[in-house]
Structures are given as C-alpha cells and as structure tokens.
C-alpha cells in the first residue's frame, strides 16, 4: 500500500484548555513552547475562536488580537487555525454579514490560516457568507458537519451534507464530534463513505470523554482519513482530545506513520506539564474532567452539557432530579426537531429539560431561547417540530423559514459608532461587536491603565459556559 501520512492538528492551544481547564491558559503558557511547536510537523495548530475570544478579555485581561499576533509571530511556519460559529462568529446570536465579513478579514489579516466553521443546526445558510468570506481573504476554509444521533442523521444525512459544503467552496471537511458520540465503527464506515464521495480532505475531531476517543481515531485512519485533532498529553483525553503522543507511538513504521518525533513531542509535553499544574492549583483544572463518562453515550449529552444541568439543579435545590431531567432531554430533543448538541443548542435543549421537570408540567415555562429556537430564529431544524409544543410556546407567532441574518441590517457602522473613542482600530471595533459589555471593560482598562481601581479578584458569574463549550 502507498503510504499516506496521517496528519495532525494539535489542539493543545485552544480545545484542549477550554475543555479541561475552562479555557484560562495564558499566552506567557503558549509562547516558551512555540518554536517546538513550530518545528514539530503539524498540520496545523489549532490556537484562537471558540471561548478564547471572550476569556482572554472577561478572565486574563489579555486582548484576543494581540495573542494571535503573538503567536503568528513564534509559529511563522505552521498553519494557524482557529473555530467559527458561522454566522454567530463567535459570539451566541446571529450577525448581520457585513460584521462576518470583516471579522473573517481581520481574522486572516492577523494570523489565521484555517478557519473552521460550523452551525449548530448543520443549517448551510448559517455557514455560506463565512465560507465565501475566508476564501476570499485567501485563507483555507474548513467547512465541520455537526456530528450527532438521530433517527435523522444518518451516515447519509452526512455524506449529503459534506457533499453539498464541497459544492459551496469548502477547502477541506472536517466531522465535528463534539460529544465523543461518534464510536470506532461507525467512525471507520463515515469515513469511508467520505472519501469515496468527497473530493476534498477529511478531517476528524473528536473528544475521549466516553473513552472511545481513540478508537474512533484508529479507525479513521484505517479508513483513509486525512487530518485528526489530538492534544498534547498533559491536557489530553477525558473532555479533550485523545493524547497525540499515543496515536503518534501507534502508527510509527506504518503506511499511516505521522513522521513526527515522539522526542520532540515530549519535549513540547515537558512544557505542558508544568502549566497543567499551575492550571490545577488556580483552580482551572479540575481532575474529575478526565473521568471517562458513558452518560453521554446513553443520554447523547456533551459533558459540559451535564455540568451545567447539575449546575441548574443544586440552584434550585433540586439535585435529586438529575436522572428525570437527563431523561427529558431526548423527549426535548425530538419535540424540538432533533438539533445537535453544540453551543447553543445544548444549552437551550439542556435549560427547557430543567424548566419542564421543575415545574411538573412539560412547558409550563419555556425560555426566550427555546421560543427563539421553535420560531426559527436560529436556522432549520433538522426534522419536524412537535406542532403542539410550537404551538404552546410561540402562539400564532409565525415562523422564520429564510436564512435568519436576511432579517438583519448591516450592523458594523452601529458598532463603530457605540464603540466610539474606545476603539483605537477596526479589531477593537469586532471585539466591541461580539461581546459588547465584556469589551467595554476591557478597552477601558487597556486605554487608561492608570485610572484603574486596585485589582480585585474576577467574579467567574459566567454561565459555566467556558468550562466546556465543547466547540
């Protein structure tokens, strides 16, 4: 057989921090293992977008942009990739294009090589102005089917869908698993099937958090895989990436050998040791995310998506609902048209669960993101709706059928003029944009140092939102 390489993408600078340690490493962390990192042969390095933007101004006081730049500047070799919520950007509504646009801009301007983009729903009109907007910036667009289980997605369902991001330009496909729900075989029968019908790469990403992580890999790579996501060992496997090191040890002297060095790899990992446990005594890390947990298996839950119900209930004094609010999900999931699990939808599906248990009455109470969801607010949902749940919840509203941000006027101008003198350049501008209170405090604070109050300790009030995203 020909050798083909397996390529890898390291995830240890973006999803593997936000997935064990609620995205808190710090850029002084990244930067002394840069030039390993360069050197190593990756693929690509995965090292900005998801809940990196926010953290770094909500949590380290660093700006987003000035990161990136940084590590443009130490990894000038490897490609840089980073992850997009398509027309959400990185933020949890949509944006009209003219912001998507030029956030796509600034984003390759700065640094960015690969941008991948996805949407909760796998609705393509929520993904196609990233998608044109990073290609025509000249970067490499990778276009990420959200991987779930249902009666309707089906390896056709996703088969079609990699087919039809192909059509829209898409530069390579990745299978985005997010909650480690896509098992070994299942894996090694997709891939395949990709690759019989997809011109493009295919790229695989997936977590270990039910212990498959793996074998779902190996498999992949059996079946012609192009690109897996891995992270380094210290914050690899559990709610990250399977470890790159093993997969690395597994396929030496095969027609799949990766070619990188396992000595520079430890090297790279010595590093890493040593933030992972600076990260564990903040507080960032806790051990319990590398626990392998079947749940998710059974109820098709993410892992962060269980910490925040069991967040939920101890506010209500509730903990002894969890099994009955785990086993509302499903029903949620189906009468809501069966969305993936993934920011946002996780968190809507995961919220209306509790509502509906709490209340004993199933949407006696419905959330203003749930009523969002039914109308259409944030794409089409995969399958039907229960009509008689739309019904209860949104009234004789009627429901949005075109591409959602068609509603939308551009916006850009409206952020520039609310950033006002806060805003010294057009990345100040998108930061403003995205997360407009967070951003105020942060440019504040950069632009008159001085004026500052003595520094207290940060409030984490944030809706456990960082401490798996699982995006």
Known sequence: MEKKPLRITDTILRDAHQSQAATRMRLEDMLPACELLDNMGYWSLECWGGATFDACMRFLDEDP???????????????????????NILGYKHYADDVVEAFCKKSIENGIDVVRIFDALNDTRNMAKAMESVKRYGGTCEAAISYTISPVHNEEYFVTLAMQLEEMGADVICIKDMANLLLPMEAHNLVKKLKERVGVPIHLHTHNTTGTGDMTNLMACMAGVDIVDCALSPLGN?????????????????????????ENLSKAAAHFRGVAQKLKEQGSLDPKVLNVDTNTLLYQVPGGMLSNLISQLKQANAEDKYYDVLAE???VRKDFGYPPLVTPTSQIVGSQAVLNVLAGERYKMVSKESKGLLRGEYGRLPAPVNEEVRKKAIGDDPVITCRPADLLQPELEKYRAEAGDLAKCEEDVLSYALFPQVAEKFLQKRNHPQAQPAEQPAQENVRTLYVQDLT
Do not use: F, H, N
């Open 65 to 87: 942009w000035e990161r990136l730049r940084a590590l443009k500047k130490a990894m000038p070799k490897t490609p840089l990739q980073m992850l997009l919520r398509g027309q």
């Open 238 to 262: 559990g709610t990250s990436q399977p470890a790159t090191e093993s997969l690395v040890a597994t396929l030496k002297g095969t027609e799949r050998d990766t070619g990188l060095s396992l």
């Open 329 to 331: 999900v499903p029903r």
